[in-house]
């Protein structure tokens, strides 16, 4: 059954259809003598919901009548609360916001206070800051020896060669180790349980080589206990294997076992180089963090070989279209 104000009787009905009556051409007025008149019908909320009103605003209506104040319905309604920070102050506080991106929202109304002599609330300092478009995130590290022209270089470099070459498969390759050693993270709990993982300090690891083409979400990896000439050697020609009769670009950083005098590069296979610190330009970095969240995060082996198994089970099952959403290259022309 629905609920309705027990201030709304029919008195209060016949005295909003009367002065409807009278005030017809006043469409503000009679927007709410009508909603008055059909909450009587129906129900405080479902006339709200109609009307797009709050039931409270409803509910004074109808309080309006029932006490004998029918000229408040007229009030024109309140106009909207004005800026308490003017152009200049709001300057001010992006310099500040700009000076220290640390500063709490505490520290902010405490500046403001000061130098303004204005006391607002905390959720109004936090208001004003989304207002300007600052946002409470996290930053990416960059490291400060980047050099951006030449990342830019870099990537005209590789449009060009891949334009030049069509016929060329392109593969990013990158390694990253995996231990034992438990990683804890966010994940779904019950309330009201005090969560606990069970870790463990784990010092056995290997590494995780893999290639993957992000065009078309194809890869290939090697398990190896290390990361130097030999195990590079070893996994290059396993990629030419892979290959077979195709030849391919694989882009990878500068590593010193990447530029070995020792190393053994198949013909079919064309190294790029990726500028120094540029982590970013490599999308296999994506592939690390996904892998990692989904094998280590607050799980626990007890051995290098049950850690193996789970790895190698979770990289063999992942879809082509998986590894290519992971690994989009935004830099890349015709990228699709």
Excluded at 310 to 315: D, E, T
């Amino acid at each position: 059954m629905a609920l309705r104000s027990k201030l709304l009787d029919e008195k209060v009905v016949e005295s909003a259809k009367e002065m409807l009556k009278k005030v017809r051409n006043n469409a503000y007025v009679s927007k709410k003598l009508n909603a008055v008149i059909a909450a009587k019908k129906y129900s405080i909320t479902a006339v709200a919901k109609i009307y797009c009103i709050s039931r409270s605003a409803l509910t004074s209506w109808v309080k309006l009548l029932k006490f004998g104040r029918e000229e408040k319905l007229f009030a024109p309604p309140q106009r909207r609360r004005k800026t308490k920070l003017n152009q200049v102050q709001l300057q001010q506080i992006e310099e500040w916001i700009e000076e220290n991106p640390n500063i709490t929202i505490k520290e902010m109304r405490i500046r403001i206070q000061e130098k303004f002599r204005l006391n607002i609330s905390k959720s109004t300092v936090h208001r004003y800051m989304q207002k300007m478009k600052f946002s409470y995130i996290t930053p990416r590290p960059v490291h400060n020896g980047q050099d951006k022209s030449k990342q830019e270089e870099f990537k005209k470099n590789l449009n060009g060669a891949i334009s030049k070459y069509p016929e060329k498969e392109l593969f990013f390759f990158d390694e990253s180790r995996f231990g034992t050693h438990s990683k804890v993270g966010h994940g779904w709990f019950k309330k009201g349980i005090r969560t606990q993982v069970k870790t463990k300090l784990g010092r056995q690891n290997f590494y995780l080589y893999s290639a993957v083409n992000p065009r078309n979400g194809e890869s290939s990896s090697l398990f190896a206990p290390n990361v130097n000439t030999d195990c590079m050697n070893i996994f290059l020609e396993q990629m030419s294997q892979y290959l077979e009769t195709r030849e391919a670009f694989l882009v990878m950083d500068c590593a010193s076992w990447h530029r070995s005098k020792n190393l053994k590069v198949p013909k079919n296979i064309d190294i790029i180089y990726l500028p120094p610190y540029s982590p970013e330009l490599n999308p296999v970095e994506r592939l690390w963090l996904y892998i990692k969240q989904n094998i280590l995060r607050n799980k626990i082996y007890d051995t290098i070989a049950l850690l193996e198994g789970a790895l190698c089970k979770f990289i063999t099952s992942l879809a082509s279209s998986t590894i290519k959403q992971l690994c989009n290259v935004s830099y890349l022309t015709g990228q699709q």
